[in-house]
């Protein structure tokens, strides 16, 4: 069960226990179990005395109930045990803690008839609320379970005002229901702070932002209100005239918040409680002029604005130092911002239906007095009807005519394509052609990492066989070679081009030096087996090869694989002809 503790306490810069025993320090009683003592600039460290006169040992726990201390050390003496050291507060990790909680827990196991003391060593910006209750592990689970089901309650009510305010947004595209969404995800990140549940779910290994998280939320949870009382609050000729204040109102309070993430922790919880009463208590007086002045739900904003003002002065009271004790026991904060959170979108939503409500009227308005002209907007329809079906009757046979040109060139731009890619006497590619293939199949094998080979073929002699029977028969001749080297090629991606004259080459992707060369020489040997029958002249031909085959490394040099190849038919020329050659790197 739960019991409030009696400590004693002293204030003491000591860094160690030992050096705190070591000072004899003076100590105070505090019998109520829970201390504040406002702003303390040194250490505190309280000392708790445990007793167990039972004949078991007794697991406990030792909580600190207030989850915004920044760091808390524990130094745990037991009867015949060694000093145990346990690291707690919002300044370090939720990792480093003993219990991952959101709680301040030290726990621990008092043996059997022995006694213990517990030292407990406090640092903390801003006022020390320090309440103190030791629990049996079993009913603090039992009063954590009824806790956070009443919490989670209260906290799914006031998500369920949020979501329900941001989906009247997205349907309505209203704005106020956008800010007031804004408000009350800003009051219920503020709760989740204020109770712990933040750091343990969502910003536990932040310590910056566990520690800065407060002032901030605390500042825009009122600052967000501004919006809300310029849509329900003020006329159309008062929200003009505060145009110009509420345009500089977000830079400002950026520039607000920059401040106070620059400066010490405690300094910026007072400055941003103070400047959130001063706003609220001037929304308060605002919306008490509005209620002597009978504005439409009146009683709603003063209803707001006091609820807020009595949540914030009680938070800035334990930040004075004016209250203490356990924060969570007191659900003062929660049941103002869940009153809030209600009330705010009760007012949107009511709001809502008044403008929907004259809309109305206003359309029943235009409505009467567009009948009226309805019989002669008919007739101008009916005319505008034909005209629009005479037009697009035009535009249909405008478009069919259209796309058969269209159908003729596309042809015709083939046709044409097909005749700038070919060559003229062969058939196959032309050299262009040859230009652009080799371009890709360079960067597919760089890409891919995959060999890539290119074959140039010449016809050995050839001069000769033009001297000696004529340009006519040396194009036939040009025109049987490539024939016959396409006969060869079997994949589809395989191409041969007509490079030049008599001069061929083949663009093999995906084929190593071995299997060019298989192919080439094929090429080779069956040209040389076969003849060509001009006339009464049997004509013989021989050609030569050279292959250049790699994996590309440099796409933008594929002139390379051409010259290499070039090379290579250069020494199957010098090497007698009716060869091929692999180049060879030296």
């Known amino acids: 069960m739960r019991s409030d503790l009696p400590f004693s306490y002293t204030v003491n810069n000591s860094h160690h226990v030992d050096g705190l025993i070591a000072s004899s320090p003076k100590w105070f009683t505090n019998t109520s179990g829970a201390l504040n003592l406002g702003p303390v600039s040194g250490h505190v460290w309280l000392k708790v005395e445990l007793n167990n006169i039972n004949a078991i040992e007794i697991p406990l726990l030792l909580s600190i109930d207030n989850n915004l201390l920044d760091k808390i050390t524990a130094y745990i003496q037991l009867h015949n045990r060694s000093l145990l050291t346990l690291d707690l507060g919002d300044a370090l990790p939720l990792v480093q803690r003993p219990i991952k909680h959101e709680a301040q827990l030290v726990p621990f ?145 950026l520039a607000v918040a920059l401040l106070l993430i620059t400066i010490p922790i405690d300094t910026a919880l007072l400055i941003a409680y103070a400047l959130s009463l001063i706003l609220t208590i001037g929304y308060l007086v605002l919306a008490i002029i509005k209620w002597r002045q009978n504005t439409p739900q009146r009683y709603a904003h003063v209803s707001i604005f006091s609820a807020l ?55 029943q308005s235009k409505i009467a007095q567009s009948q009226a002209a309805d019989a002669l907007l008919k007739e101008r329809i009916q005319l505008q ?48 052609y040859f230009d652009k293939r080799i371009m890709m199949e360079v960067r597919r094998s760089r890409r891919e990492q995959t060999m890539l080979s290119v074959v140039m073929l010449d016809i050995d002699h050839f001069k000769k066989i033009n001297d000696t029977y004529g340009h006519l028969v040396g194009d036939q001749a040009i025109c049987a070679v490539a024939e016959q080297i396409q006969l060869h090629l079997k994949r589809p991606h395989d191409e041969v081009f007509r490079y030049g004259g008599e001069e061929f080459v083949l663009l093999l992707p995906n084929t190593d030096s071995q299997g060019a060369v298989e192919l080439a020489d094929l090429i080779r040997s069956d040209l040389e087996k076969s003849q060509l029958n001009v006339g009464e002249n049997t004509v013989t031909m021989t050609i030569s090869a050279g292959i250049r085959s790699a994996i590309a490394t440099d796409s933008k040099n594929p002139t390379l694989f051409t010259d290499f190849a070039d090379k290579a038919l250069y020494q199957a020329k010098q090497q007698g002809r009716n060869r091929v050659v692999v180049y060879e790197n030296t």
Not at 154 to 175: C, D, E, P, Q
Not at 399 to 411: G, I, N, Y
């Open 109 to 253: 196991d008092l043996p059997a008839r022995s006694t213990g003391v517990i030292y407990l060593q406090i640092q903390h910006h801003g006022a020390l609320n320090l309440p103190l209750s030791l629990w049996h592990p079993i009913e603090y689970l039992k009063y954590k379970s009824k806790f956070n089901l009443l919490y989670g309650i209260l906290a799914g009510v006031i998500i369920a005002m949020a979501l329900s305010n941001f989906t009247l947004y997205t349907f309505t595209r209203k704005k106020y229901f956008l800010s007031g969404s804004f408000i009350i995800i800003t009051i219920w990140l503020l709760n989740v702070h204020l109770y712990g549940f933040s750091y343990r779910y969502i910003y536990g290994n932040w310590q910056w932002l566990q520690q800065y998280a407060q002032p901030l939320l605390v500042l825009y949870s009122c600052l967000l209100f501004m919006p809300f009382i310029a849509k329900t609050l003020l006329t159309q000729k008062q929200l003009a005239s505060y145009q110009k204040p509420l345009k500089w109102l977000w830079p400002t309070s």
């Open 385 to 432: 009807e034909q005209a629009q079906e005479d037009l697009e009757s035009s535009i249909d046979e405008r478009t069919f005519e259209l796309q058969v040109t269209l159908r003729e060139l596309e042809e015709k731009n083939r046709a044409l394509e097909k005749l700038n890619m070919e060559d003229a006497l062969t058939k196959v590619k032309n050299r262009r």
């Open 309 to 363: 003002t009595l949540a914030l002065a009680y938070q800035f009271s334990f930040e004075l130092g004016l209250l203490s004790g356990a924060l969570l026991d007191r659900p003062v904060t929660y049941l103002c911002y869940l009153v809030i959170s209600i009330i705010l979108s009760y007012t949107l939503t009511r709001k809502y239906v008044d403008e929907r409500d004259n809309k109305i009227k206003v359309q």
